[in-house]
């Protein structure tokens, strides 16, 4: 069973930045590729970034050149930089991996306002 524990989240105001950690409880993210997604109030869960184990990353439109997602191999951490944050990027934030079965951490709650 593989945990994944997300922190980092908090209460920031537009133009802001937060850096969201990822931590697994074992080595899932060198085998498999990770993603961030998020789910705000009254809407489906999307999908924010992903990381592949080859580095490669894709970002949804939204986040593109404002977020970056990265992995520490050695750590079994993954990361989210959100740069210049705004009001419409609150939701709750969350890691999740598939490998043999899917894993979701338990969220982490981003606030931009100010």
């Known amino acids: 069973q593989v945990q994944l524990v997300e922190s980092g989240g908090g209460l920031v105001q537009p133009g802001g930045s937060l850096r969201l950690s990822c931590a697994a409880s074992?080595?899932?993210?060198?085998?498999?590729?990770m993603s961030w997604y998020r789910q705000a109030p009254g809407k489906q869960r999307e999908l924010v970034a992903t990381?592949?184990?080859?580095?490669?990353?894709i970002y949804a439109d939204f986040v593109k050149g404002r977020f970056t997602i990265s992995r520490d191999n050695a750590e079994n951490t993954a990361y989210l930089q959100m740069n210049s944050l705004q009001p419409e990027d609150t939701a709750v934030y969350y890691c999740?991996?598939?490998?043999?079965?899917?894993?979701w951490g338990q969220g982490t709650q981003v606030t931009v306002s100010s």
């Open positions: 074992n080595r899932i993210f060198s085998i498999f590729p």
């Open positions: 999740y991996v598939r490998g043999s079965a899917t894993y």
């Open positions: 990381i592949f184990t080859g580095g490669n990353v």
